[in-house]
T-cell receptor, first 115, second 111 residues
Framework: DTAVSQTPKYLVTQMGNDKSIKCEQN?????MYWYKQDSKKFLKIMFS???????INETVPNRFSPKSPDKAHLNLHINSLELGDSAVYFC??????????????FGQGTRLTVV | SQQGEEDPQALSIQEGENATMNCSYK?????LQWYRQNSGRGLVHLIL?????REKHSGRLRVTLDTSKKSSSLLITASRAADTASYFC???????????FGQGTELSVKP
């Protein structure tokens, strides 16, 4: 069973479109994240949710809107896609955001290409 | 920038050799973590070393931490072709579970 699964794995879309990436974790974790990895493999956090509540919003454009219907799901909706949004987006989860000694579990990534 | 740095950026070795990757960070930390990323895949947690630990082992992995120098190293002994991947160090930043990642070391192990 996949611990953190995200769909789709690949997403090719035109500029200006709106798209969503879904993420689910079956680990029973309280905290979920979205990270963005650019073409140089630089990884940066975008959002962090703890038990459905937003706790980190790392100065991401408001075209990006995360939604957490329950603590096992964290979806990412992107409006008006731009070329610069092309990247690999990773969903991750961890047991507890308040305890620093906790590892993160990552999904396999969604490679978004905006043309 | 809070981002750590890793060196080398790329490392190519023969199977059976040891691989050492270094990570430096900028702020005081609670722990430091190492992750592996195979091509086209997500990150996999390898090992976590707490700030009061100096060395930790897990199988063929050995991690050291020097908080006075704000640096860590990951040693992979007796490398295998399957170890070919990118390796990232990461440190948690305050609350929220946010991880600050280094830029990664791309390791290539040739059979």
């Amino acid at each position: 069973d996949t611990a953190v699964s995200q769909t789709p794995k690949y997403l090719v879309t035109q500029m200006g479109n709106d798209k969503s990436i879904k993420c689910e974790q079956n680990l029973g974790h309280d905290t979920m994240y979205w990270y963005k990895q650019d073409s140089k493999k630089f990884l940066k956090i975008m959002f962090s949710y703890n038990n459905k509540e937003l706790i980190i919003n790392e100065t991401v454009p408001n075209r990006f809107s995360p939604k957490s219907p329950d603590k096992a799901h964290l979806n990412l909706h992107i409006n008006s896609l731009e070329l610069g949004d092309s990247a690999v987006y990773f969903c991750a989860s961890s047991q507890d955001s308040g305890t620093l000694n906790t590892e993160a579990f990552f999904g396999q990534g969604t490679r978004l290409t905006v043309v | 920038s809070q981002q750590g740095e890793e060196d080398p950026q790329a490392l190519s070795i023969q199977e059976g050799e040891n691989a050492t990757m270094n990570c430096s960070y900028k702020t005081s930390i609670n722990n430091l973590q190492w992750y592996r990323q195979n091509s086209g895949r997500g990150l996999v947690h390898l090992i976590l070393i707490r700030s009061n630990e100096r060395e930790k082992h897990s199988g063929r992995l050995r991690v050291t931490l020097d908080t006075s120098k704000k640096s860590s190293s990951l040693l992979i002994t007796a490398s295998r072709a399957a170890d070919t991947a990118s390796y990232f160090c990461a440190t948690p930043y305050n609350q929220g579970g946010k991880l600050i990642f280094g830029q990664g070391t791309e390791l290539s192990v040739k059979p």
